[in-house]
């Protein structure tokens, strides 16, 4: 059977988002922490929404909590930030 | 009804985790309470290193050292990939000054038996490209090693498991009931558990369990702050720090009043690589109380260090950051052990940034002390009475 990949930064298929919530993740940032789902360059962009879907079969989906969103937003160059301030 | 465990472990970091895993291969009947989720405190918002170069010559180093042995087969003993790698470390060195203390620590550390040496520039620059050439040279050590700190509570936990462990995630202990002096049962969100032995291995949330025996321990958060950089290859040697990050850690006087932010944040760096490639960028070191929030000046004055001292890191891109609580203990020490005047009840917390690189030897000596009363080494120095606490347990009961 062909793979399916939800996370397809840090190719992670259905299957191992299954066996994690299966070994009791039940939020998005127990799947990244068993997975690395969700911890690729897009940061979770693109499979935030599959991952909230599959876990909403076990925990109300009111009730999942968006993971930490934490600056930097995009990516940028340590070059920029450091040399930035100096400005 | 009522459930029954023969040892209850409060918190599923990388010290409850291990503490229920030593338990479990010993034969104990083990219950993990955690009220998240596994590595959702400390252990999962930290560094990857276990490192031994930067621990306090004395008991703190032996622990560190006996603790890096268990490591070393930990991965096939869990059958579980825990990102373990044996990778050396080194502690950058800027000026006169800090070599003269790092001379001084270095000569303490190997007279404990850690292999460890002063480099030149002109060695450490072999050892880690890109090192800025104001440099004096560095300390290195070949025992220093890395673990993916996550990986490691999951493969306790499912090795506990498989051992017979009780693994209750998304379950908070409200209550300890004690009678006459002892432990009787943990009240939880989801009933009670009725035992005579619970473990407190709740991180910097260790004093809120205390308060519910009636003592108070002087366990503070102290947050660091990380950034994260894109996978790029292989760029950082193991485990790189800086004299400063001694200071930081251990003379958090030093730091205190002063206008350079990059003193009063507590700033040293410690710069690692993950397997995937990403390079963890930090720290600092502050008391803003359970605050898990990054700060925009941490991120840039963290960043301007670290190029200070490796400008290679110039050109790569950061893409995210995270801010972690350390459990602080004055003397930089874990409380480890029982508590006089209250049987049953057993501190395993306050192990400050150390608590990845200590975590396999947690387990041990937990065990070993609820098995057979004592372990390899003489822990009074670590024991939870030491800050004078237990007086008013004493006064209940
Ligand atoms: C930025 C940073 C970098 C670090 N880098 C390193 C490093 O490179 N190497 C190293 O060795 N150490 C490092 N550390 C230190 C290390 O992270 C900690 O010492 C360690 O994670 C502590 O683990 P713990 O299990 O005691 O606590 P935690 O991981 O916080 O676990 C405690 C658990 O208890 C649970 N809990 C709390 N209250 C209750 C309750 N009432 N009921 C049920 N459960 C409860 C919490 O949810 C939590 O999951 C770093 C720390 C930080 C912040
Ligand atoms: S698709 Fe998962 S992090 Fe990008």
């Known amino acids: 059977m062909k793979e399916e990949y939800i996370c397809r930064c840090e190719e ?22 068993r997975t690395r789902a ?43 930030i450091v040399e930035g301030e100096d400005d | 009804m ?45 560094d990857i290193d276990i490192i031994l170069q930067s621990k306090n010559p004395g008991i703190h180093l032996k622990l560190a050292m006996a603790s890096a042995e268990l490591y070393k087969s930990l991965s096939q003993e869990l059958d579980f990939d ?27 550390q190997k007279a404990i ?10 060695e450490a620059s072999k050892l880690q490209k890109g090192l800025a050439p104001h440099l004096v040279g560095a300390t290195y050590s070949p025992q220093d ?12 936990a499912q090795a506990a498991a498989k051992l017979g462990a009780e693994i209750s995630l998304d379950t908070a202990i409200v209550d300890i009931k004690t009678a006459k002096g002892r432990v009787k049962s943990v009240v939880t969100n989801r009933g009670e558990i009725e ?10 949330f260790a004093p809120e369990i205390c308060a519910m025996v009636g003592m108070s ?62 390079i963890l960028i930090g720290g600092c070191r502050e008391f803003v109380g359970y605050n898990w929030s990054t700060t925009y000046e941490a991120l840039t004055t963290i960043l301007k260090h670290a190029t200070r001292l490796v400008p290679a890191l110039k050109e790569i891109h950061a893409i995210r950051s995270f801010a972690g609580l350390r459990p602080y203990t004055p003397d930089g020490l874990p409380l480890l052990g029982p508590v006089e005047g209250i049987e049953g009840f057993i501190m395993a917390a306050g192990h400050e940034g150390d608590g990845i690189a200590l975590s396999p030897i947690t387990g041990k000596i937990i065990s070993d002390i609820i098995l057979e009363g004592k372990t390899f080494i003489d822990i009074a120095p670590l024991s939870p009475g030491r800050f004078g606490n237990t007086e008013k347990i004493k006064a209940v009961s």
Do not use: W
Not at chain 1, 12 to 33: H, N, P, V, W
Not at chain 2, 82 to 98: A, K, P, R, V, W
Not at chain 2, 145 to 156: Q, R
Not at chain 2, 195 to 204: F, H, K, L, P
């Open chain 2, 2 to 46: 009522k459930k029954t465990a023969e040892i209850v472990v409060i918190g599923g970091g990388v010290i409850g985790t291990s503490i229920a895993y030593f338990l479990s291969k010993r034969g104990k009947k083990v219950v993990l309470v955690e009220r998240e989720d596994l590595a959702s405190g400390s252990s999962g918002a930290c």
């Open chain 2, 217 to 278: 321990v002087p366990i503070k958060p102290r947050r660091g702050q990380i950034i994260v950089t894109e996978p790029v290859p292989k760029l950082v040697m193991g485990d790189v720090l800086c004299a400063k990050y001694i200071v930081a850690k251990y003379n958090p006087k030093l730091l205190e009043g002063s206008d350079d932010p990059e003193t009063r944040l507590g700033v040293g760096l410690s710069l690692s690589q993950t397997r995937n490639g990403n």
């Open chain 2, 145 to 156: 090693a890395h673990v993916n700190p996550m990986s490691l509570c999951i493969g306790f």
């Open chain 2, 82 to 108: 825990i990102e373990y790698e044996n990778t050396g470390g080194m502690i950058l060195i800027e000026d006169e000054e800090q070599l003269k203390v790092m001379k001084e620590f270095v000569k303490k």
């Open chain 2, 113 to 122: 038996g850690l292999q460890v040496d002063l480099l030149d520039f002109k």
């Open chain 1, 38 to 80: 969700g911890m690729g360059l897009c940061q979770g962009r693109t499979c935030r929404r599959l991952i909230t879907q599959m876990l909403s079969k076990v925990k109300d989906p009111a009730e999942i909590t968006p993971p930490t969103s934490r600056p930097p937003v995009r990516a940028i160059k340590i070059g920029e």
């Open chain 2, 195 to 204: 035992t005579e032995t619970v473990v407190n291995a709740a991180g910097v």
């Open chain 1, 12 to 33: 992670i298929t259905r299957e191992e988002i299954e066996k994690a919530i299966a070994d009791g993740a039940t939020t998005l940032s127990g799947i990244k922490k």
